[in-house]
């Protein structure tokens, strides 16, 4: 053809120089054949679709460009825009049409006919860069930030500059902008697959490879088999972040397994109607809920604080020391010069070597000063018991409260102490998180601060509790239990005591058990490898991370109302590239039209 043969009419175009549609159609045609293909820069056109959709730039201007004189002259129409984004080919309405598919999005997913301009590809490559910047400029700005408040506080060190591959802000951006591009193509090549093979044509094929057809016709391969793109999280260094993401994905997962589960009626069962009429699902019992998992995550948390202190969250437990004053104490004004008073952490870790001697007895100094009062693993402690008072005889007793000999009156006072200053910090807390509540707090005030009040009282209670607990735990089982009775073991039993203090804050506590139950099972993995429980498997996170990506998979593909967040299922859905679009909710308003049209 001649215009292929000839130049470009847009040796160098711009993307403000994009012809109008009036400029368009006043060029004269030398042959009525001839398309504007040619008239179009490849390379012009896929920065644009890589950058900007035609939809995306039709909002921007309508609200954007279109509100300033001086843009709206400068820019492009939006007309000009999608056809050029599509060869000139374009028809208005065909964004209609490409939104016509309905069930969670499988027709745009696979794919079946041609797209024009927007197509699968480029939307995936689009999301993908946008991931990749996004995430690295919040890396930046996070790093940043982090570096001048230590700079406040004299603790900044100066650091090594490291090559730019070797950035862990980039390498995080480039894991998450991979793992979604791979899931978009994994899930589309794997729909495409399946429609492939359960063809007519493909019979034969199904008939040789009984068991690999049925594998990859099943109608959760798709979703499964896209999970292997969680692969690219090793792409991120093994640090304590890949660890975290990879534990709440999984904890997410299996709650949406739960979920459906629960739904279908494998958990509790069936029972039969009154009058024996059909099949009725059981109910949840009403005592059973995410708050028995705060006992174990408790127990466990206490005793791996006290015994594989670099198994144990350190933030986490520095919040429960900054909160227990009343059992810990700082050194007081009049200490000499030449002694040392012991930190939290050397306190606890007394209380460990306390446990391993099988809790000895206290002797007094004040009563016996010619004698040795303490072991000789304990010296440590020579500050806090030489003031202690003279009617305690424990040694755990003359630690914690050492001018007090009363556990209860303690107890007490650490209650009196502590939870107007949980109060306040919670009030503070929930009263910032409510600000974007602003339009209910003018229309119904009141219920709001109800709300408010009762759910800080409530988690104040729950927070207070479970503190004072753990500690008392252990001057009550030094009181009750013999010495050689669970030495160690009574910390796990304390922990669980002050873990029930969940059954308070059970109706609207259940973010707060799912943090303290990931941040166990991550403690718990890590004693476990350091005690030699079990090995530590090279890169397993990653794989963790690739099963929580195809159970979430195979649940939204089983029924998607098993995930009970309609976010949630946007992102899902987005993920898979079919649009930020709740299909579950959409399939529910579909099934009850039939419904009400009957009636």
Known sequence: MESEAGPSRFPSLTPLDIPTQSEVASRPRAN?????????????RNALRYTISAREYETLHKYVLSRSRVLKKRMPSVNSVEKYMEGGNARRGSFADRDAG????????????????????????????????????????????????????GAALPQKK????????????????????????????????????????????????????????????PAVGAG????????????????????????????????????????????????????????????????????????????ATLFDRDCSPVSFV????????????????????????????????????????????F????MFPDQPTLPSTLTALAPVTAQAHPLITSLSCATLHPSDPSCLRTYLTFWVRSFPRMGRFFLLFYSVLMLPRYKLLYN?????????????????????????????????FQTWFPRTFMPTQRFFLGGFLAGLWAWVE????????????????????????????????KGGDVWVFVLALAITGAVYERDARAIRESRVRKCISWVRGTEFRDWGLEEDELEEEPESQEE
């Open 162 to 221: 490291q090559p730019l591959y070797k950035s862990a802000g980039l390498r995080l951006s480039l894991s998450l902008s991979t793992i979604l591009l791979l899931y978009r193509l994994l899930f589309r090549f794997l729909n495409r697959l399946r429609i492939r093979l359960l063809d007519p044509a493909a019979a034969p094929f199904r008939s040789r490879n009984p068991r690999t057809s049925q594998t990859l016709t099943s109608p959760y391969a």
């Open 444 to 476: 119904s005030p009141l219920y709001l601060l109800n709300s408010l009040i009762s759910r800080v009282l409530s988690l104040s209670t729950f927070a207070t509790g479970a503190i004072s607990t753990a500690w008392a735990s252990i001057c009550f």
């Open 506 to 537: 059970r109706k609207d506590g259940r973010s707060i058990f799912l943090y303290s139950a990931r941040t166990s099972v991550d403690s718990l993995w890590k004693v476990g490898v350091k005690r030699r429980w079990w090995r530590a498997m």
């Open 363 to 366: 002797v007094s100094p004040t």
């Open 32 to 44: 009525s054949k001839s398309k504007s293909k040619s008239n179009v820069d490849p390379v012009l």
């Open 228 to 303: 292997l793109a969680g692969l690219a999280l090793g792409i991120y260094p093994s640090q304590q972040l890949r660890v975290t993401v990879a534990i709440a994905a999984i904890f997410r997962a299996l709650e949406f397994g739960w979920n459906l589960c629960e739904d279908e009626g494998l958990i509790w069962g069936w029972k039969s109607r009154a009058g024996g009429k059909g099949m009725v699902k059981r109910e949840r019992p009403w005592w059973w809920g995410s708050w028995m998992l705060q006992p174990f995550a408790f127990g466990q948390l206490l005793h």
């Open 102 to 153: 309905r069930g969670k999005g499988k027709e745009k997913a696979t794919g079946g006919g041609p797209s024009r301009g927007d197509t699968y590809n480029a939307r995936a490559i689009r999301d993908s860069l946008r991931v990749f910047i996004a995430t690295g400029v919040g890396m930046k700005a996070y790093e940043t930030v982090l570096a001048r408040l230590k700079a406040q506080k």
């Open 318 to 361: 520095d919040f429960i020391w900054k909160s227990s004053t009343a059992y810990i104490h700082s050194a007081p004004k009049n200490l000499p010069s030449g002694m040392t008073w012991p930190s939290p952490w050397e306190i606890a870790d007394s209380l460990a070597q306390m446990a391993k001697l099988n809790w000895p007895p």
